[in-house]
Structure formats: C-alpha cells, structure tokens
C-alpha cells in the first residue's frame, strides 16, 4: 500500500509561483510512475503532468507546458510539481498519483492509476 501526501498549495497572484510537493510512504516507488491532476470545480479531473521512476521521461498536458515541471527526488520519496507563471485557469486541487505498472507509454488517464493523495487548493487571484 502507498500513501500520498500533497503539500504546498496556496493562494498566489496571477503570474506567481508555487512548488507542490507529494510525499510517498508505506513503500518504496522508486518503480513507479507518478502523475500530477487537477480538478476545478465542476469539472472533471484532468491531468497535468507524469514522469517515470526514473525522471528520464516526462509528459504534460498542452496548457502547461513551458509553465510547469514535474521532478521527484527517489531517495526522498517525493515528486514536485513547480508551477510558474500561473494563470486563473490554472486554479484547482491537485492531486498526486502513482502507477506501479510499467507501460511503453506514460500514463494519462486517471483510471491507470491505483494510488492518489488527499489534494492540495491552488487558488490564482487575477
């Protein structure tokens, strides 16, 4: 069993930054494929970002990339989410995933994952 844990959302002006962190524990993911979501109200959760247990391989989703990077720290556990150049829309909880499963691509959908953290708010004032 792994559990997550989000951190370090907030409230930031338009054009701001934050830092997610997601802490893993329970078992070691240094094999796992982790992915950031988000989900605004009304919507459906969507995803933002993944990157392999190796954090040679990356992926984002259209509207965030060149603003946000994902990076994890293995012997920590952890897996980052830094957002820059933040905009309203980017507004949300974010959630953080794991996939313990190996696939020739990164995972995309939210049903591929069989771990997910509690969510942290990002909230983006214009």
């Known amino acids: 069993q792994v559990r997550l844990v989000e951190s370090g959302g907030g409230l930031v002006q338009a054009g701001g930054s934050l830092r997610l962190s997601c802490a893993a524990s329970?078992?070691?993911?240094?094999?796992?494929?982790m992915g950031w979501f988000r989900q605004a109200p009304g919507k459906e959760r969507e995803f933002v970002a993944a990157?392999?247990?190796?954090?040679?391989?990356?992926y984002y989703t259209d509207s965030v990339k060149g603003r946000i990077t994902i990076s994890r720290d293995n012997a920590k556990n952890t897996v980052y989410l830094q957002m820059n150049s933040l905009k309203p829309e980017d507004a949300a909880v974010y959630y953080c995933?794991?996939?313990?499963?190996?696939?020739?691509?990164?995972?995309?959908?939210?049903?591929?994952?069989?771990?997910w953290g509690q969510g942290t708010q990002v909230t983006v004032s214009s």
């Open positions: 995933a794991a996939d313990p499963n190996s696939a020739s691509r990164l995972p995309l959908m939210t049903y591929e994952y069989n771990y």
């Open positions: 329970g078992r070691t993911f240094s094999g796992y494929t």
């Open positions: 990157i392999r247990w190796s954090g040679g391989s990356t």
